[in-house]
């Protein structure tokens, strides 16, 4: 059955060699798959928390109380506002768009204001108006897996102004 020379045990060890080899070569696909997709997975969780964190403490620095160095208060200063929210972010080029209601809480639609560019905007608002902040940006995967199309992340966060409050 088998030649003189020829060792069973080694020839079955080289079949069972060849078994593994054509096994692996049929899981690789799904297992990179499988690891590819939870990393994209990953990549998305963390662009959706770091746009909403920075809109979240944009708002919150721009609706403190307080002034910059520069004497400009917190609401006012569109570079520290618009550096607050690009602190935060990882992973993402966002837009950042911020806006006040003129009149106050149920008043005319909200003012952009803070354009790209500017450090500072004068406005004057009232007490109880409120400063909005929407930082957006679109995910695109690295991976092109399957055909993902590019996917819109926004968050938009707002804050009542502390102006002219005084403390006893």
């Known amino acids: 059955m088998y030649e003189e020379s020829g060792n069973p045990i080694s020839e079955m060890a080289t079949d069972q ?10 899981i690789l696909p799904v297992l990179l798959l499988l690891v590819l997709g939870i990393i994209e997975f ?5 662009a959706i928390s770091s746009v909403s964190t920075a809109s979240r403490d944009a708002a ?9 160095p520069a004497g400009t ?11 607050t929210a690009q602190r935060v972010t990882v992973f993402v080029d966002p ?6 209601d003129v009149d106050g809480p149920g008043g005319t639609a909200p003012v952009v204001y803070c354009q790209v560019g500017k450090t500072t905007d ?4 009232s ?9 957006t940006d679109v995910f695109k995967p690295l991976v092109p897996i399957v055909r993902l ?6 968050s938009e966060t707002a804050r009542t102004v502390l102006r002219d409050v005084y403390i006893k």
Not at 73 to 83: A, F, K, N, S, V
Not at 130 to 135: A, L
């Open 17 to 26: 060699e060849g078994q593994g080899l054509v096994e692996f070569a049929l």
């Open 42 to 46: 990953g990549r998305l969780m963390v």
């Open 60 to 68: 919150r620095y721009a609706a403190s109380v307080g002034e910059t």
């Open 73 to 83: 208060p917190h609401y006012q200063d569109c570079l520290g506002i618009r550096e």
């Open 95 to 100: 837009t950042i768009v911020i806006t006040y």
């Open 122 to 125: 004068p406005i004057q608002v």
């Open 127 to 135: 007490l109880g108006a409120k400063i909005s902040v929407k930082v």
């Open 149 to 154: 199309p590019a996917i819109p992340i926004a």
